[in-house]
């Protein structure tokens, strides 16, 4: 039987959850690092200095793609998102860790997504060469009514099934990518770069990117909280292009 309250009504959002749950991140974790090839143990005392007199360095293992030192640091993101943002996620896979809510475990809420109405809808050209535009307003509303009808019908089935007794498992098989979802993402800074180069778009960019809006939304939100942790590899990430090293 489904232990969804009988007033649960369903929610349409067009907007994503990013929150910073934990943290072990900062520049001097780039720094001591780097130095143990050269200063040993001595190294450590990189955590009692202060790291803006070392921002060279930071610099330098940037522009010269010296990667290993910006991996000795971990931050932990509460996402909420569309399925099929996660679905992109997946792709990223080394130097990240997932855990998601699941639907075999839990009833899934009827939270869904709808593109908002700054969400350009209109793909023109070619396969290598497209190019997203503004909607009009009844493609906005063609878009929204389509998505809600869907959405209400899809939940409404597996409402049913759940009621007849159907195991959770079987009974999600029904629902849509448009459905929320959240999750744990645990990363550090040389991965999170990646992720960004490939899922924002950045006028600094040296190397073009043409991210998909939602998983991009989630990006820009991760990078905030990456840049206030971490400001001196956060600018020296974009001094250099914004290409992970």
Partial sequence: MSDTPADLKPAFRSDVTVELVKHSAADSDVLWAARVSTAGEQSLDELQKDPERSKGLINYLMRDRHGSPFEHNSMTFFISAPIFVFREFMRHRVGWSYNEESGRYRELQPVFYVPGADRKLVQE?????????????????????????????????????????????????????????????????????????????????????????????????????????????????????????
């Fill in 125 to 245: 050209g070619r396969p290598g060469k497209y190019v997203f535009v503004e909607g009009t307003e009844l493609q906005h509303k063609t878009a929204n009514a389509a998505m809600e009808e869907a959405y209400l019908q899809a939940y409404a089935k597996y409402q049913e099934m759940l009621a007849a007794g159907v195991a959770r498992e079987v009974a999600r098989a029904v629902l849509p990518v448009g459905l929320y979802s959240s999750m744990y993402a645990t990363c550090n800074a040389r991965s999170l770069m990646h992720f960004l180069g490939l899922r924002t778009q950045h006028e600094l960019a040296t190397v073009p990117s043409f991210p998909q809006r939602e998983i991009e939304m989630v990006g820009e939100k991760m990078e905030e909280h990456w840049a206030k942790l971490m400001p001196l590899t956060y600018a020296a990430f974009n001094k250099n292009g914004r290409v992970a090293p």
